[in-house]
């Protein structure tokens, strides 16, 4: 298994100017847990201030447009979140697929022009409530992840997969741990037969949906669970630190 913990915190449609104090919060207390890499991702407009606050957290953006420079009005590329200050970028979120119709083709090309941009992507992947009961979920997931990478090359270097139920995002609900070793195991078996082990064992499988501090060491102590992406509690840097401090007490540390 790879590395250290990841623990991002991802902070979608959240945050002005006054939000730099939890940032400055985070990286300070994130000092002291150096066994857990944490990051967060701020909406476009912080990133560049985040990243100035940042000494220890990695810094990210939520989304990237897949084209060059252009007469796109509104988006923001690639290139640009790196020249912000961002490391990485999250694509794929099903927030950005269900509000703004992304396809896996789409988020395939996010992907290449990420990497292009010299980032490191987190590839967001989950079901439906009705695709889990109709008892698809490791079908559909699977089919996500595989036409979203296409023929993405160098996966230790660059590739993180979170794994985020829809239904657990926001909503209070967290997968039980049976379901998220399961998911998880198999979403492993994808990378290793894509890649070969050696290279797959790199890449982090982030779990998504609900991650609280309350919550947090269970699930981080999971087979194959590499860190979480989370949301909500990800806002305040008390709750953040929590589940960061739960990552440093998982044997994996
Ligand atoms: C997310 O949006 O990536 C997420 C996991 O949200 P929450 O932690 O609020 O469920």
């Not at 298994?1 to 449609?13: C, L, S």
């Not at 967060?40 to 810094?59: D, F, K, N, S």
């Not at 989950?126 to 023929?151: H, N, P």
């Given at each position: 298994?790879?590395?250290?913990?990841?623990?991002?915190?991802?902070?979608?449609?959240?945050?002005?100017?006054?939000?730099?104090?939890?940032?400055?919060?985070?990286?300070?207390?994130?000092?002291?847990?150096?066994?857990?890499?944490?990051?967060?991702a701020p909406p476009y407009t912080l990133i560049h201030a985040v990243h100035?606050?940042?000494?220890?957290?990695?810094v990210g953006a939520q989304d990237c447009h897949p084209g060059a420079e252009g007469p796109h009005t509104g988006d923001i590329n690639a290139a640009m979140v790196a020249d912000a200050g961002a490391k990485f970028v999250i694509v794929?979120?099903?927030?950005?697929?269900?509000?703004?119709?992304?396809?896996?083709?789409?988020?395939?090309a996010k992907?290449d022009s990420a990497i292009e941009a010299g980032l490191?992507v987190?590839?967001?992947?989950?079901?439906?409530?009705?695709?889990?009961?109709?008892?698809?979920?490791?079908?559909?997931?699977?089919?996500?992840?595989?036409?979203?990478?296409?023929?993405?090359?160098?996966?230790?270097?660059?590739?993180?997969?979170?794994?985020?139920?829809?239904?657990?995002?926001?909503?209070?609900?967290?997968?039980?741990?049976?379901?998220?070793?399961?998911?998880?195991?198999?979403?492993?078996?994808?990378?290793?037969?894509?890649?070969?082990?050696?290279?797959?064992?790199?890449?982090?499988?982030?779990?998504?949906?609900?991650?609280?501090?309350?919550?947090?060491?269970?699930?981080?102590?999971?087979?194959?669970?590499?860190?979480?992406?989370?949301?909500?509690?990800?806002?305040?840097?008390?709750?953040?630190?929590?589940?960061?401090?739960?990552?440093?007490?998982?044997?994996?540390?």
């Amino acid at each position: 298994m790879a590395e250290r913990p990841y623990i991002v915190g991802n902070w979608k449609m959240f945050g002005t100017r006054a939000m730099l104090s939890e940032a400055r919060a985070i990286d300070r207390a994130a000092q002291r847990y150096m066994k857990v890499e944490v990051a967060v991702a701020p909406p476009y407009t912080l990133i560049h201030a985040v990243h100035r606050e940042a000494e220890q957290i990695g810094v990210g953006a939520q989304d990237c447009h897949p084209g060059a420079e252009g007469p796109h009005t509104g988006d923001i590329n690639a290139a640009m979140v790196a020249d912000a200050g961002a490391k990485f970028v999250i694509v794929g979120h099903s927030e950005r697929r269900q509000d703004h119709g992304e396809t896996n083709e789409l988020i395939n090309a996010k992907i290449d022009s990420a990497i292009e941009a010299g980032l490191r992507v987190i590839l967001c992947c989950g079901e439906s409530l009705e695709t889990r009961d109709a008892g698809d979920a490791e079908a559909f997931v699977l089919g996500q992840i595989k036409s979203a990478l296409g023929s993405f090359e160098d996966p230790a270097e660059r590739l993180t997969i979170a794994y985020e139920p829809i239904w657990a995002i926001g909503t209070g609900r967290t997968a039980t741990s049976a379901d998220i070793e399961a998911m998880h195991k198999a979403i492993r078996g994808l990378l290793d037969e894509t890649y070969g082990p050696d290279a797959s064992a790199d890449v982090r499988i982030l779990y998504g949906g609900s991650v609280k501090p309350g919550n947090a060491k269970e699930i981080l102590s999971l087979p194959e669970v590499g860190g979480a992406l989370v949301g909500g509690a990800s806002l305040s840097a008390e709750s953040f630190l929590g589940i960061v401090v739960a990552a440093s007490e998982t044997e994996d540390a």
